[in-house]
């Protein structure tokens, strides 16, 4: 069964980076397409970013375009997203999620997804 566990959240002022890891378990990589979905309190949870199985292909919310890079290595079965120039608007439970997928695309919508990790925090704060 596929696991998924992120790391790298914390505690950044505004302007700051932090890069989070998607490490993954239990699966061969290569055949997800991983996403990067965030919940800040009182919102719904909203897509941030996608990036397809061979990570050809990505996508990226408009409120993170140029700011956020997702990026994957298969070898190493972890997908990554470093995030520049965070503002307290990024504040939120960050989550990975996987999907099995045969096309060399990615999706943002979070029902596409079968499996998510615990989450982890990030606090943009002065």
């Known amino acids: 069964q596929l696991q998924l566990v992120e790391s790298g959240g914390g505690l950044v002022q505004p302007g700051g980076s932090l890069r989070l890891s998607c490490a993954a378990s239990g699966f061969i990589l290569d055949y997800y397409a991983i996403g990067w979905f965030r919940q800040a309190p009182g919102k719904e949870r909203e897509g941030v970013s996608c990036?397809?199985?061979?990570?050809?292909?990505?996508n990226y919310a408009d409120s993170v375009k140029g700011r956020f890079t997702i990026s994957r290595d298969n070898a190493k079965s972890t997908v990554y997203l470093q995030m520049n120039s965070l503002n307290p608007e990024d504040t939120a439970v960050y989550y990975c999620?996987?999907?099995?997928?045969?096309?060399?695309?990615?999706?943002?919508?979070?029902?596409?997804?079968?499996?998510w990790g615990q989450g982890t925090q990030v606090t943009v704060s002065s």
């Open positions: 990036i397809s199985r061979n990570g050809g292909s990505t």
């Open positions: 999620a996987g999907t099995w997928t045969s096309q060399a695309m990615c999706g943002m919508g979070q029902y596409e997804y079968d499996y």
